[in-house]
């Protein structure tokens, strides 16, 4: 069969040995790379994380009623980083140990026929405590739409990408893992993590004919942590009412090549630290492609994508945190990795941002803000990966900015440079 298998974000979800241990089936079975899914590990997520061999527990009459799994659906992640830096960060040390960088608890497998989940809980060090993170439960089912294979379900989950099943949307893009005490770009798209964790959504999905792929998702702010019901105080985002997130993809297959094309995109009206009042509102229409080609035991992948975000900051500009009224962004990633019998990874990416100049809304700052107001980006990745073993990954990656916040030297007013942020990561990387 053939394989099916941007930016510094921590927090991932991983391959999770649970589902390994439910089905029966090794981890490359469904990762070319985790968390980059086969054509196996797709189909095993749009069918509701429920193949296993697990048997009948109880009957009512000819009816089995009680399907549990003969394991734990438990699993856990650990992961020890070292990050150095070529210019220190006012009065840091260069440096930075991750002991551990993050630790997740996975709640992973079918809990019924057509019903599975894959939850993570998270120990992050930045803030030493416990939170919940990526998840996503979803029921699924088949039947036959003019007369082709049509699989659909229902998807609840936390964070808008999540539900995908491609590598080149945000929620599960390049990089795997990076360094979370880097400095990060003074802007991204709101699709691109802004509301991760923060929201809960229900949405629909389905896939023809193993090509075209639709999904609708209603996401709702839920604002972990914060007092219940909610008053918006302190949140930078506060959906009115829902926030449509839309997805449609078409995949084809042509001897050993793989492409996948589609589009996604969110539309949010944002009541910013409040629940009623003037608005602020985003459109994030994105397009995005994966392509694969395996050379023998070797599997090659690329994935791009494309965010332009319009905004209309209504609330924002009446209260005098940005110059314009309207602001736009473009990001756009692509990265590529070559996959050495399992073993060996080797991967190259690519990203910029630009977008409207706004002094306000980018304002001066040491070390993370704009001096000319410009929200502009670009740089590349160079990440070596070794899998001694399925579940253990010792990884090598080097982060450079050409552009930081607007300028390549002087760009915070600082006197810092855009290169003074890039950043050496050393992990290792361990499940179970």
């Given at each position: 069969?053939?394989?099916?298998?941007v930016?510094?974000?921590?927090?991932?979800v991983?391959a999770?040995?649970?589902?390994?241990?439910?089905t029966?089936l090794?981890?490359?079975?469904?990762?070319?790379n985790?968390?980059?899914?086969?054509?196996f590990?797709r189909?095993?997520?749009?069918?509701?994380?429920?193949?296993?061999?697990?048997?009948?527990?109880?009957?009512?009459g000819?009816?089995?009623?009680?399907?549990?799994?003969?394991?734990?659906?438990?699993?856990a992640?650990?992961?020890?980083?070292?990050s150095?830096y070529q210019?220190?960060?006012?009065q840091?040390?260069?440096g930075?140990a991750g002991?551990?960088?993050?630790?997740?608890?996975?709640?992973?497998?079918?809990f019924?026929?057509?019903?599975?989940?894959?939850a993570q809980?998270?120990?992050?060090?930045?803030?030493?405590?416990?939170?919940m993170?990526?998840?996503?439960?979803?029921?699924?089912?088949?039947?036959?739409?003019?007369g082709?294979?049509?699989?659909y379900?229902i998807?609840l989950n936390?964070?808008p990408?999540?539900?995908d099943?491609w590598n080149?949307t945000?929620?599960?893009?390049?990089?795997?893992?990076?360094?979370?005490?880097?400095v990060g770009p003074i802007?991204?798209?709101?699709?691109?993590?802004a509301?991760?964790?923060?929201?809960?959504?229900?949405?629909?999905?389905g896939?023809w004919?193993?090509?075209?792929?639709s999904?609708?998702?209603?996401?709702?702010?839920?604002?972990?942590g914060?007092?219940?019901?909610?008053?918006?105080?302190g949140?930078?985002?506060?959906?009115?009412?829902?926030?449509?997130y839309?997805?449609?993809?078409?995949?084809?297959?042509w001897?050993?090549?793989y492409?996948?094309v589609?589009?996604?995109?969110?539309y949010?009206s944002?009541?910013?630290?409040?629940?009623s009042?003037?608005?602020?509102?985003?459109?994030d229409?994105?397009?995005?492609f994966?392509?694969?080609?395996?050379?023998?035991?070797?599997?090659?992948?690329?994935?791009?994508?494309w965010?332009?975000?319009?905004?209309?900051l209504?609330?924002?500009?009446a209260?005098?945190?940005?110059?314009?009224?309207?602001?736009?962004?473009?990001?756009?990633?692509l990265?590529s990795?070559y996959h050495l019998?399992?073993?060996?990874e080797?991967?190259?990416?690519?990203?910029?941002?630009?977008?409207?100049?706004?002094?306000?809304l980018?304002?001066?700052?040491?070390?993370?803000?704009s001096?000319n107001?410009?929200?502009?980006?670009?740089?590349y990745?160079?990440?070596?990966?070794?899998?001694?073993?399925?579940?253990?990954?010792?990884?090598l990656?080097y982060t450079?900015y050409t552009?930081?916040?607007?300028?390549?030297?002087?760009?915070?007013?600082?006197?810092?440079?855009?290169?003074?942020?890039?950043?050496?990561?050393?992990a290792?990387w361990?499940?179970f």
């Amino acid at each position: 069969m053939t394989l099916l298998s941007v930016l510094i974000t921590s927090g991932r979800v991983w391959a999770v040995p649970s589902f390994a241990r439910q089905t029966g089936l090794s981890c490359n079975v469904c990762h070319s790379n985790p968390p980059e899914l086969t054509a196996f590990g797709r189909k095993f997520k749009l069918d509701g994380y429920v193949l296993t061999d697990m048997t009948a527990r109880d009957k009512v009459g000819n009816r089995r009623d009680l399907l549990l799994s003969k394991y734990i659906p438990l699993s856990a992640m650990i992961l020890l980083s070292d990050s150095a830096y070529q210019a220190n960060q006012p009065q840091t040390q260069n440096g930075t140990a991750g002991f551990p960088q993050q630790l997740s608890l996975f709640l992973a497998g079918a809990f019924a026929s057509k019903f599975g989940a894959l939850a993570q809980i998270t120990y992050t060090h930045v803030n030493d405590h416990f939170g919940m993170d990526n998840s996503d439960l979803r029921y699924a089912d088949q039947t036959k739409l003019f007369g082709k294979d049509f699989r659909y379900g229902i998807d609840l989950n936390n964070n808008p990408t999540v539900e995908d099943v491609w590598n080149s949307t945000p929620a599960w893009g390049f990089p795997w893992i990076s360094s979370s005490s880097s400095v990060g770009p003074i802007a991204a798209p709101i699709i691109a993590g802004a509301l991760a964790q923060d929201v809960a959504g229900l949405g629909a999905y389905g896939f023809w004919n193993q090509h075209l792929y639709s999904d609708i998702t209603l996401y709702r702010s839920e604002h972990a942590g914060a007092p219940t019901p909610i008053n918006g105080s302190g949140a930078a985002y506060n959906i009115s009412i829902a926030a449509p997130y839309w997805r449609d993809a078409w995949q084809q297959t042509w001897g050993d090549n793989y492409l996948e094309v589609g589009t996604y995109g969110i539309y949010v009206s944002s009541y910013p630290g409040a629940i009623s009042g003037p608005q602020d509102h985003y459109l994030d229409p994105s397009i995005d492609f994966q392509y694969e080609r395996p050379f023998g035991p070797n599997l090659l992948d690329a994935h791009g994508t494309w965010i332009h975000q319009a905004t209309t900051l209504t609330a924002t500009h009446a209260a005098g945190g940005s110059a314009n009224l309207h602001d736009s962004l473009n990001n756009f990633r692509l990265d590529s990795t070559y996959h050495l019998r399992g073993k060996y990874e080797f991967t190259g990416a690519l990203f910029r941002t630009s977008g409207t100049t706004d002094a306000l809304l980018y304002a001066p700052a040491p070390v993370t803000g704009s001096n000319n107001g410009s929200p502009q980006n670009s740089g590349y990745i160079a990440q070596v990966g070794y899998w001694p073993v399925q579940n253990i990954d010792i990884n090598l990656s080097y982060t450079g900015y050409t552009r930081f916040n607007g300028a390549g030297n002087n760009y915070d007013g600082a006197g810092r440079n855009a290169s003074d942020n890039n950043v050496l990561y050393m992990a290792l990387w361990l499940n179970f």
